[in-house]
């Protein structure tokens, strides 16, 4: 969808090189920039004409940051503002947004992130909630860290962890914030490679004109403007693991090329003669449904086949809302760790109203709810106040604020749609699963909790055919 030409930034910035920067960036997406060198010219212009959005850099003269962001607030509550800044620190997010600032970005910009939080900062994303603050916060984790037991959930991560092991290359579809590279960065973790590097790159944000650059490398003189020898991303993964995100958005060409890497195990960077040999597990991974673009003629079928020798899809978070309330507690737990932030719980009635949402942004927008409810809340736990917007679209005005399966115990659901009751096995089952989710896969904690013995524990696992691999 094409986006209004007619919206506005303001960005205040006393420094003109990124005034620049930040003009081309936004006209790309039709966005008008008008610029003011501190707060005192930015507050004129706010009371000239009418903005869409504002962008201030954290150092400018004269000012400081979180009280002119106040200041406007105070002025202008309803347009969004985006604090820049040089440091890319969690206790930087806590105090811009405490002051008023929707969301921040770290210095250098990359184009996609300042246009995506654009657009969120404008669209609202159905919800007012944002997508880039959850990149500040690290994502790293082992599979038995990972949180969720449902049975697609579970099953995709055991699939993930038996290749682990191996050199085969792994393809991971699902929708946009549902944990691709979370899950990558585990794989790679639980890999003999572990020791050497994660390379991630987003094939979507490199310019169709410089990807063969950006992955495979030039020499200083292979076109214009390479004023230096550049060493690709296949290069800087050599021994270690190559994550291509949105492999879906890599041009056709450059789908040739990384083909026949995949193949040889052999790199050529722009303008050498020479081959590298290089030593990469590739993991790649898609919004999109990768063989439907390979029928549509928009993904080369052989190259299809070469990465997805493991192929696992990542369900939406709609899809396993009983996972929400571990995973809200667990998140929690991890915002609680930022600098700035405390230990907060989450009510029975906040959980209510997380598992009723759709959450079209999945984990990553639940993330992001959670940790922006944290930083406003006072008390001592969220409560469904918390999160007025997911609220509102949970339960419209005027609709029944229906029980949902948290009437039936931590996320176990007791009735079929039909309003029967489900049988006894399908709900031990899910108690189970639940059990190992909770406790990431420590099996004698599921057996203590649960008040049986392990080997009973396992005997259950099989008669239930529930896989406990991951």
Not at 28 to 47: N, P, S, T, Y
């Amino acid at each position: 969808m094409p986006r209004d030409a007619t919206r506005t930034l303001l960005l205040i910035d006393d420094e003109p090189a990124q005034r620049r920067l930040v003009s081309a960036i936004a006209a790309r997406a039709g966005w008008r920039l008008i610029a003011a060198a501190d707060g005192e010219a930015a507050v004129a212009l706010l009371g000239q004409q009418p903005v869409d959005a504002i962008l201030i850099d954290q150092w400018f003269p004269g000012d400081d940051g979180g009280a002119l962001i106040e200041s406007i607030r105070s002025a202008h509550p309803a347009v969004p503002i985006l604090m820049l800044t040089a440091l890319s620190s969690v206790a930087v997010a806590v105090e811009a947004m405490r002051a008023g600032a929707s969301d921040f970005l770290v210095k250098p910009i990359a184009p996609d992130k300042l246009l995506a939080a654009l657009d969120a900062v404008t669209l609202k994303a159905a919800t007012g909630e944002l997508r880039p603050l959850t990149e500040k916060i690290a994502q790293t984790l082992a599979f038995d860290e990972i949180v969720g037991s449902e049975p697609a959930f579970r099953s995709a991560l055991a699939i993930a962890a038996k290749a682990a092991r191996a050199r085969v290359p792994v393809l991971v579809e699902g929708e946009s914030g549902v944990g691709k590279e979370v899950v990558a960065q585990a794989i790679h973790a639980a890999s003999p490679r572990a020791k050497r590097p994660l390379v991630v790159v987003n094939c979507g944000a490199i310019p169709a004109n410089l990807v063969e650059s950006e992955l495979f490398g030039h020499e200083r003189g292979a076109f214009t403007g390479a004023f230096d020898r550049h060493v690709g991303r296949f290069q800087n993964a050599d021994g270690g693991t190559l994550f291509l995100d949105e492999i879906g958005e890599l041009p056709f060409d450059a789908q040739v090329k990384l083909l026949r890497v995949l193949q040889s195990g052999e790199v050529q960077p722009v303008g050498s003669r020479s081959v590298r040999q290089v030593d990469v597990r590739v993991i790649a991974a898609t919004n999109r449904t990768l063989i439907d673009e390979v029928a549509a003629g928009r993904f080369r079928e052989d190259l299809y086949y070469r990465l997805a020798v493991v192929q696992l899809t990542i369900p939406p978070l709609r899809e396993r809302a009983a996972d929400i309330p571990a995973l809200a507690r667990h998140l929690l737990a991890r915002i609680a760790r930022q600098p700035g932030m405390r230990g907060l719980g989450i009510t029975d009635g906040a959980l209510e109203v997380l598992m009723a949402y759709g959450w079209p942004g999945n984990v990553r927008q639940l993330q992001n709810a959670l940790f922006r409810a944290a930083v406003l809340c006072d008390g001592d736990a969220l409560t469904p106040a918390d999160f007025p917007q997911i609220a509102e679209a949970a339960f419209p005005a005027g609709g029944n604020h229906a029980p949902t399966k948290l009437a039936g115990g931590a996320g176990i659901t007791l009735f079929e749609a039909n309003g029967h009751m489900r049988s006894l096995d399908a709900i031990e089952a899910d108690v189970i699963r639940l059990a190992i989710g909770h406790y990431r896969g420590r099996m004698t904690e599921v057996a203590r909790r649960l008040g049986i013995g392990r080997s009973t524990l396992y005997r259950k696992l099989g008669e239930l055919g529930i896989d406990n691999a991951a």
